[in-house]
């Protein structure tokens, strides 16, 4: 799944997906041409979620308590650059990279 900063990774699934930051573990990705309500997905060890961009809810999926704070922080940071991300995904174009969490 990982892959060098802006570069699109292949999922063990065989999609290929643009990862948008890395941070304690958590890999944060986004599908091109995704269903809509827009989110992001968030994996942390064996367990992965997706986040809603607009209110952080979960729409499928777990990720353990800490995992999920920090996600929610991140993702409460970068907001706006997660909505961009995600109108450019539904061309699909070059997806942005964002700023980990420190």
């Known amino acids: 799944m990982a892959a060098p900063d802006g570069q699109v990774s292949t999922a063990p699934w065989g999609i290929r997906v ?3 930051s890395e941070f304690y573990g958590i ?3 986004m599908y091109f041409a995704d269903h809509n309500p827009p989110h992001f997905h968030a994996i942390y060890a064996e367990h992965e979620a997706l986040i809603r961009i607009a209110d952080g809810s979960t729409i499928r999926g ?3 308590n800490t995992a999920m704070r920090l996600v929610e922080q991140w993702r409460t940071l970068h907001h706006d650059e997660l909505v961009q991300n995600w109108a450019l995904a ?3 174009a ?3 990279r964002i700023e980990p969490l420190q």
Do not use: M, N, W
């Open 62 to 64: 777990e990720l353990p």
């Open 27 to 29: 890999v944060i990705y």
């Open 90 to 92: 539904q061309e699909p």
């Open 18 to 20: 643009p990862r948008l």
């Open 94 to 96: 070059a997806l942005s």
